[in-house]
C-alpha cells in the first residue's frame, strides 16, 4: 500500500514536470499576439486598402500563426480621421493612414507624406531611411506614444481636373476647387478658393458647378469617379509628387512584443509599403492607358511655368514661417531641402537624361 | 519485486513519453537551418555587397536564429562568375549575382537585369511584382532546378567614360571601349570595338589608352575607380537604366525549408532588394554632389539623337532575331515591350513631366 502511493507521487510528479516543460516550450514558441488596426479607408478600397491586408497576411505566414492582425476599416469605427488618436490611446494597436491627416493636431506630422514640388517616391524613400527621415518622423511621433512607418506609396499624383483651362494667374483668381490641406493653402495664396468636399459629393459638385476644379488622386483612382466625362482638362503633377501613407504603431503594444516579431512586423510595413507602390504604378499605367483609348479628347496640360513659379514661392513663404515657428519644423524643412537638392541634381542626370533622350519609339 | 519492477517500467515510459514530447515540440520551434550563400562580388563590396548580409541578418532575426546563411565572397569560392553552376549543383543553396551573367549558358537569362532603352528602376519591378516578370524568370530557371528572385538595383547606370567627346555614328567606327555583354554586341553592331577587361585593370588601360572608353556603373562606383581623373566626357544612360541583381536559390534546399521559413526568406530578398536600391539613389545621389564639386571640368553629355536611334535600331534587331529562334525568348521580349509601352506613356506625363516643369529652384 505504501509502495504503491509512492508509486502514484512518483508518477504524478514526473507527468507533471513533463506537461510544464512541454507547456512552457509550446507556449514561448506559439504564444499568440493578436493586434487590432484601424485604416483611414472603407473596406475593400483598392490598393490603399491592400496595404494593410498584405501586411496582415505577410506578418501572420512569417510568424506561423503567433501575429494575428484584425483590421478595422472606416465603417467599423466610424473615424476615418481619427486614426491617430485612437492608435494613440490604445483603442487600437495599429493604424494604416496619412501622416499629414493630423497636421491640425500635430503640425510637424504635415512633413512625411508628400510636399509640394518636393521629393518623389524613391527619391523620398531615399530620404526615409539614408538621409535621415525615419529618426525625424521618429521625433515627431514619440511624445505621442507611436511610432510610425512609410505606409506605401500611392504615385505621383496629378494636379486634377479643371473646367477651363488655366493660362495664367488671373485664371486661378475665385477660381473654386477641391484641394484640401497644404496644397490648398497654397492655392489660396494665389488667390483661388480651396474647398473640402466629401468625396462622394466630388462629382456631383464638379458637374453642377459648385466647384470649378478638384484634385483627387491619380488616374488609377480618378477613372473610377468618372471626373473623365465631365472635366475636359488634365493637369500634371505639383502638388504631391509622391504620397506616402503611414502605418502607426502604439508604443506600449510594440513593446510587448518580442524582438523577433517587432522585427517581422516592420519588415511586413516595409513590403506591404513597397507592393503598394509597384501596385499604383501599374495600376496608373493601366488606366492611363485606358483613359487615351477611352476619352481621346481628354487634354493632359502642365501648368504655365508663371502659375507654378508663383505657386513655388507660395510654398516656400508658408514654410519659412513654419519653420520660424518651430525648431522640429525648421530641422525637417532644411533637411528636406538639403536631400532634395542633392537628389534631384542625380535624377535630372540619370532619370530625366534617360527620358528625354530615349523616349520609347 | 514485481511490483518495483512494474513501477520502473512505467516510470521510463513516461520519462521516455515526455522527453519525446519536449523534443519533438522544441525542435519545431529551434531547429536551425544552416544554408550558404556564393556571391560574385569580392569580400565587403560595398552596395552590391551588403544586398546579402543585409538579407543574411534580417533572416536571422525574423526566424529568431532558425536561418543561419553563411556568405561566401568571391574570394572564398574563386568563381565570381560560376554562382549559377555552384547554386544549381547545390555546391551552394543560395546565391547572388546577376541574371545577364549566364546569358551563354542560359540565353533566355538575358532579361532579368536591364535592357538597352528598357525599363527603369521602378517600371521593372512594377513589370515584375504586378506585370508577369517573376513568372517569366522562374520560367527560366525552372529547368535548372533554380528559382531566381530580385535581389536589388543598383540604379541607372551611366553611358561612360570617354577621351573624346561623341558627336556622331562616325566617331564610333574602331573605339575601342570596356562595354561587355548584351549592351557590347549593340556597340559592335555600330562600329565600335567592344571588349571585356577585369575591374583591376580598368585604370591603368583607360590611361595608357589601351581603350578609349570604359562603362562601369554610375557616379557612386565610378568615382572610387578615379575615372574622372583620365576622362573629361562622362556620357548619361542608355544601355542599363535600371540594373537588377538577383538572388538564387537551389530548389531542393527551398523545398526542405518549412513553410514559414520559405516566406521569411523571399521576404528578407525582397526587403534587402529595396534597401539596396534606396542605398544606390543615396549614394550615386552624393557621389554626383561631391564630383561636381571636385571635377568641375567633367563634361557631362548625352549621346547625339543619331546615334542613340542607331543603337536602338540595333538593339530591336537583335532581339528580333533572339525571338525567332525561341518561343520562351520571344514571349519575354514582347512582355516586355507590351509592358514598357505602357508605364512608360504613364512615367512621361507623371514623372518626367514633373521633372521638366518643376525644376528645383
Redesign the interface.
Known sequence: MK??NR?KL??KT??I???A??SL??Q???KVYRLKLAETWGPNTPILGDASKNMAK?AN????GRLQIRIDSANKHKAPLGVFDMVKSGQYDLGHSSSYYWKGKVPNTLYFSSMP?GM????Q??W????GGMELMQEVYAPHNLLSFPGGNS??Q?GGWFKKEINSIEDLQGLKMRIPGFAGEVFARVGAKPTNIAPGELYTSLERGTIDALEWV??AFDLRMGFQNIAPYYY???HE?GSETQFLVNKKAWDKLP??LQ??LE??F??AA??M???A??A???S??KM?TDNPDIK?R??P?AV?ERM?QEKDTLLEEFAAKDELAKKIIDSQATY??????????????????????
Do not use: C, H
Not at 61 to 64: A, C, G, T
Not at 128 to 131: H, K, N, S, T, V
Not at 349 to 360: C, E, F, G, P, Q
Open positions: 509502495s504503491q508509486v512518483l508518477l514526473v507527468a514536470t513533463a506537461l516543460a512541454f516550450s509550446a514561448a514558441a506559439e505577410l505566414e512569417m510568424s506561423n514640388f518623389m517616391t524613391t527619391e524613400y531615399a526615409f531611411y539614408r538621409g504615385d505621383i496629378m491619380g488616374p500634371t503633377a505639383w509628387p524582438k523577433d522585427i517581422i519588415t511586413s516595409r513590403v513597397f507592393d507602390y509597384t501596385q504604378i501599374d496608373n499605367a493601366t492611363w492607358e487615351l493632359v502642365d501648368f511655368p507654378l513655388r532634395l537638392k542633392r537628389v534631384r541634381a542625380w535624377t535630372d542626370i540619370s532619370t530625366k537624361a534617360y527620358l528625354d533622350s530615349s523616349a520609347v519609339k
